[in-house]
T-cell receptor
């Protein structure tokens, strides 16, 4: 069964550094998402992406965050200048067309900001 | 706006016993409801979903959930627990339009005792 893959599985970075989290969605999917889970807290929606543009974003997704689909297969989340509170598990997800199409999640990237 | 409350951050049952994980939702529009499971070091996997069809929804691995509008609940059950069911379970809600923007509960960690 096709999978969403995320790399790396664990990223450690220093405060103020830029990080790029990478995702390869399922190939025929059209919608792409990032969610995050701070340790001990709920999984939270960050952003959705369709047709090469952001379709919706949460209040968490401020100017420090950006997403990009640089080619036909990758979907990236960039954090421009990381803060301690950005430490979390970041999940990429993708889905097909239609509101009934379920989200398929990757295994996540654990980001640790020191 | 939607929200989800999962009653019990930890649930422990014996192997072979009934599994009951509770989820109550709040939604200003008829909701779509989901249960996801997360095994250690893995992503979120869809167990089942309710999208305004049958109120009793059957999912993978013998799980099912019943949508009860009068109780605003969507509890997850399994008649007989297996050791392999040990995982974290997340209830989520969305509006039918924008169904991929999920609002998650805080999760329930299920432990199975031999």
């Amino acid at each position: 069964e096709p999978e969403v893959t995320q790399t790396p599985s664990h990223q450690v970075t220093q405060m103020g550094q830029e990080v790029i989290l990478r995702c390869v969605p399922i190939s025929n999917h059209l919608y792409f998402y990032w969610y995050r889970q701070i340790l001990g807290q709920k999984v939270e929606f960050l952003v959705s992406f369709y047709n090469n543009e952001i379709s919706e974003k949460s209040e968490i997704f401020d100017d420090q965050f950006s997403v990009e689909r640089p080619d036909g297969s990758n979907f990236t989340l960039k954090i421009r200048s990381t803060k301690l509170e950005d430490s979390a598990m970041y999940f990429c997800a993708s889905s097909g067309a239609g509101d009934n199409s379920p989200l398929h999640f990757g295994n996540g990237t654990r980001l640790t900001v020191t | 706006a939607q929200s989800v409350t999962q009653l019990g951050s930890h649930v422990s049952v014996s192997e072979g016993a009934l599994v009951l994980l509770r989820c109550n939702y709040s939604s200003s529009v008829p909701p779509y409801l989901f249960w996801y499971v997360q095994y250690p070091n893995q992503g979120l996997q869809l167990l089942l979903k309710y999208t305004s069809a049958a109120t009793l929804v059957k999912g993978i691995n013998g799980f099912e959930a019943e949508f009860k509008k009068s109780e605003t609940s969507f509890h997850l059950t399994k008649p007989s627990a297996h050791m392999s069911d040990a995982a974290e379970y997340f209830c989520a809600v969305s509006a039918p339009q924008g169904a991929q923007k999920l609002v998650f509960g805080q999760g329930t960690r299920l432990t199975i005792n031999p």
